[in-house]
């Protein structure tokens, strides 16, 4: 029998030992519509998990990323893009520990939102309305049918490493030996590489990168809300 949850904690060293980290993405329906409706109640489940390790619901911070455009990677031919963003959420006073939570429960309240916004497992990165992601969360370590920590392709897709690269260009993600932005630009130097587009900030979601400009995007188009 494999160890449990709480018997694969590694004592990390890059900082997000601390933190947990949530992908999502859509691009079925309307996109931007269902990642706004998403982003209170993705804030209420990480205060709900926090309660259930017996911390107080504002022991985590949560920071977002802005909204990026990406196009779809696998899956089949013809997907319309993605919008994608990440979630970080690390506690507010960087001396506390963080400790306790059970990632299989929060597993269960992302699919359990996942399907309230519609989204049905045909196929392997197939499109689909609402995909949520749980990239790391604090120390855990583990390789289950069900859930893989820290996320096992997190460090080969731009739609993830460009969030995190604007949340914290320094932020060493779990498993890597550089930061998130260097990274990400070595992704991108490879042949065929799409970069992600940054979005601007808009009411609901204000966040965008700090070198953003109106009205561009890497393939020369008017950005589009």
Not at 99 to 127: I, K
Not at 193 to 211: F, K, N, T, V, Y
Request: aromatic content about 4%; proline content about 14%.
């Amino acid at each position: 029998m494999g160890a449990s949850l709480a018997d694969q904690l590694l004592a990390g060293s890059d900082g997000t030992s601390s933190s947990l980290a949530i992908a999502l993405g859509a691009n079925l329906g309307d996109p931007l519509a269902t990642l706004l409706a998403v982003r209170p109640l993705l804030e209420r489940i990480v205060a709900e998990t926090v309660r259930a390790a017996g911390l107080p619901a504002d022991h985590l911070r949560c920071r977002w990323s802005p909204l990026f455009r990406t196009a779809p990677v696998g899956g089949p031919p013809a997907q319309p893009p993605y919008l994608n963003a990440v979630l970080v959420a690390a506690p507010a006073d960087p001396r506390s520990p963080l400790g306790g939570l059970d990632p299989l429960a929060l597993l269960g309240r992302l699919q359990a939102l996942e399907h309230r916004f519609g989204r049905q497992r045909h196929e392997r990165w197939g499109p689909r309305h609402l995909d949520l992601d749980l990239l790391w969360c604090g120390a855990v370590y583990c390789r289950t049918p069900g859930l893989e920590l820290p996320h096992p392709r997190l460090l080969e897709r731009g739609f993830v490493l460009a969030p995190l690269a604007a949340i914290d260009p320094n932020l060493v993600p779990p498993g890597a030996s550089t930061a998130a932005a260097p990274l990400l630009a070595a992704l991108l130097g490879r042949p065929g590489e799409i970069p992600p587009m940054a979005l601007p900030g808009r009411s609901g979601w204000p966040e965008q990168r700090s070198d953003w400009a109106p009205n561009t995007d890497p393939h020369g188009a008017p950005a589009a809300p």
